[in-house]
Protein backbone atom coordinates (compact mmCIF):
# COMPACT_ATOMS: atom_id res chain seq x y z
CA UNK A 1 0.00 0.00 0.00
CA UNK A 2 1.01 3.45 -0.53
CA UNK A 3 0.11 6.37 1.69
CA UNK A 4 0.02 9.92 0.46
CA UNK A 5 -0.16 12.60 3.16
CA UNK A 6 -1.07 15.93 1.43
CA UNK A 7 -1.30 18.92 3.65
CA UNK A 8 -4.89 19.96 4.08
CA UNK A 9 -6.63 16.96 2.69
CA UNK A 10 -7.08 13.44 3.83
CA UNK A 11 -4.70 11.04 3.97
CA UNK A 12 -4.57 8.47 0.76
CA UNK A 13 -4.39 4.59 1.21
CA UNK A 14 -3.76 3.82 -2.42
CA UNK A 15 -3.88 0.30 -3.16
CA UNK A 16 -4.24 0.00 -7.00
CA UNK A 17 -2.64 2.03 -9.86
CA UNK A 18 -4.49 1.98 -12.63
CA UNK A 19 -3.13 3.23 -16.37
CA UNK A 20 -4.84 3.23 -19.86
CA UNK A 21 -2.56 1.98 -22.52
CA UNK A 22 -2.33 3.87 -25.77
CA UNK A 23 -2.02 7.67 -25.62
CA UNK A 24 -0.93 7.42 -21.54
CA UNK A 25 1.83 4.72 -21.19
CA UNK A 26 2.41 3.60 -24.88
CA UNK A 27 2.83 5.41 -27.92
CA UNK A 28 1.54 3.05 -31.31
CA UNK A 29 1.52 0.48 -29.32
CA UNK A 30 4.61 0.40 -27.66
CA UNK A 31 5.60 1.10 -24.02
CA UNK A 32 7.11 4.40 -23.56
CA UNK A 33 10.59 4.11 -22.78
CA UNK A 34 11.12 4.20 -19.26
CA UNK A 35 7.81 3.38 -18.15
CA UNK A 36 8.48 0.02 -16.67
CA UNK A 37 11.05 0.54 -15.21
CA UNK A 38 9.33 2.46 -12.77
CA UNK A 39 6.05 0.47 -13.07
CA UNK A 40 8.20 -2.41 -11.23
CA UNK A 41 9.55 0.08 -8.60
CA UNK A 42 5.67 1.09 -8.00
CA UNK A 43 4.61 -2.70 -8.03
CA UNK A 44 6.77 -3.08 -4.48
CA UNK A 45 3.83 -0.77 -2.98
CA UNK A 46 0.50 -1.03 -5.11
CA UNK A 47 -0.99 -3.51 -7.75
CA UNK A 48 -0.46 -2.06 -10.98
CA UNK A 49 -3.00 -2.52 -13.91
CA UNK A 50 -3.20 -1.67 -17.58
CA UNK A 51 -6.99 -1.00 -18.66
CA UNK A 52 -7.11 -0.99 -22.50
CA UNK A 53 -9.08 -1.42 -25.61
CA UNK A 54 -6.03 -2.57 -27.34
CA UNK A 55 -6.09 -0.66 -30.51
CA UNK A 56 -3.20 -2.17 -31.58
CA UNK A 57 -3.34 -5.66 -30.22
CA UNK A 58 -0.14 -5.39 -28.87
CA UNK A 59 -0.35 -4.82 -25.27
CA UNK A 60 -0.02 -8.30 -23.60
CA UNK A 61 2.98 -8.96 -25.17
CA UNK A 62 4.17 -5.22 -24.40
CA UNK A 63 3.68 -6.53 -20.44
CA UNK A 64 4.52 -9.84 -20.79
CA UNK A 65 6.88 -11.04 -17.94
CA UNK A 66 6.05 -7.28 -15.73
CA UNK A 67 3.93 -7.15 -12.79
CA UNK A 68 1.02 -6.09 -14.47
CA UNK A 69 -2.53 -6.86 -15.01
CA UNK A 70 -3.77 -6.48 -17.74
CA UNK A 71 -7.60 -5.67 -18.65
CA UNK A 72 -9.23 -5.50 -22.51
CA UNK A 73 -12.06 -3.97 -22.82
CA UNK A 74 -14.83 -3.65 -25.62
CA UNK A 75 -15.06 -1.28 -28.04
CA UNK A 76 -18.41 0.36 -26.57
CA UNK A 77 -19.08 2.56 -23.48
CA UNK A 78 -15.22 2.25 -22.46
CA UNK A 79 -15.76 4.90 -20.20
CA UNK A 80 -18.29 3.02 -18.06
CA UNK A 81 -16.53 -0.18 -18.21
CA UNK A 82 -13.27 1.85 -17.19
CA UNK A 83 -15.57 3.37 -14.07
CA UNK A 84 -16.72 -0.05 -13.15
CA UNK A 85 -13.22 -1.28 -13.17
CA UNK A 86 -12.14 1.31 -10.60
CA UNK A 87 -15.24 0.62 -8.52
CA UNK A 88 -14.57 -3.15 -8.65
CA UNK A 89 -11.21 -2.49 -6.95
CA UNK A 90 -12.12 0.33 -4.88
CA UNK A 91 -11.94 3.59 -6.49
CA UNK A 92 -11.47 5.67 -3.34
CA UNK A 93 -8.33 3.28 -3.09
CA UNK A 94 -7.20 3.77 -6.69
CA UNK A 95 -4.66 6.44 -8.53
CA UNK A 96 -5.60 6.06 -12.31
CA UNK A 97 -3.60 7.72 -15.18
CA UNK A 98 -5.49 8.38 -18.66
CA UNK A 99 -5.51 10.64 -21.57
CA UNK A 100 -8.53 10.18 -23.54
CA UNK A 101 -12.28 10.93 -23.01
CA UNK A 102 -12.67 7.35 -22.22
CA UNK A 103 -10.64 7.73 -19.20
CA UNK A 104 -12.68 11.02 -17.76
CA UNK A 105 -15.07 9.06 -15.38
CA UNK A 106 -12.20 7.15 -14.31
CA UNK A 107 -9.88 9.89 -13.24
CA UNK A 108 -13.08 11.55 -12.22
CA UNK A 109 -13.74 8.84 -9.41
CA UNK A 110 -10.64 7.74 -8.53
CA UNK A 111 -8.70 8.73 -5.21
CA UNK A 112 -6.55 10.71 -7.59
CA UNK A 113 -6.46 11.05 -11.41
CA UNK A 114 -3.86 12.19 -13.37
CA UNK A 115 -3.75 13.44 -17.12
CA UNK A 116 -0.86 13.04 -19.11
CA UNK A 117 -0.36 15.46 -22.67
CA UNK A 118 1.95 13.65 -24.83
CA UNK A 119 1.96 13.03 -28.98
CA UNK A 120 -1.99 11.47 -28.78
CA UNK A 121 -3.07 15.05 -27.02
CA UNK A 122 -5.44 14.83 -24.50
CA UNK A 123 -9.48 15.02 -24.19
CA UNK A 124 -10.53 18.20 -22.38
CA UNK A 125 -13.03 15.98 -20.27
CA UNK A 126 -10.10 14.23 -19.15
CA UNK A 127 -8.51 17.24 -18.42
CA UNK A 128 -10.88 18.69 -16.79
CA UNK A 129 -11.90 15.38 -14.73
CA UNK A 130 -8.18 15.16 -13.44
CA UNK A 131 -6.54 16.02 -10.43
CA UNK A 132 -3.42 17.00 -11.45
CA UNK A 133 -2.01 17.40 -15.57
CA UNK A 134 1.43 15.83 -16.38
CA UNK A 135 3.27 16.72 -19.86
CA UNK A 136 5.19 12.71 -19.33
CA UNK A 137 3.84 9.39 -18.35
CA UNK A 138 7.33 9.25 -16.54
CA UNK A 139 6.60 12.50 -14.85
CA UNK A 140 3.58 11.03 -13.47
CA UNK A 141 5.31 7.79 -12.54
CA UNK A 142 8.55 9.65 -11.05
CA UNK A 143 5.65 11.74 -8.86
CA UNK A 144 4.10 8.94 -7.20
CA UNK A 145 7.48 7.06 -6.58
CA UNK A 146 8.57 10.26 -5.08
CA UNK A 147 5.27 11.33 -3.85
CA UNK A 148 6.68 14.75 -1.88
CA UNK A 149 6.75 16.06 -4.76
CA UNK A 150 2.59 16.02 -5.35
CA UNK A 151 2.79 17.83 -2.21
CA UNK A 152 3.03 21.91 -3.90
CA UNK A 153 0.13 20.99 -6.16
CA UNK A 154 -2.15 19.41 -4.23
CA UNK A 155 -1.64 20.67 -1.17
CA UNK A 156 -4.69 23.16 0.10
Do not use: W
Not at 38 to 53: E, P, Y
Not at 140 to 154: E, Q
Amino acid sequence: MMRLEIPGNNTLEIEHLVLDYNGTIAFKGEIIQGVLERLSLLSSSVKVHVITADTYGSVHQQCEGHDVFVSVIGLENQDREKLMFIESLGASHCISIGNGKNDALMLAHSALGFSVIQEEGTSTQTLIASDVVFKSINDVLDALIYPKRLIATLRN
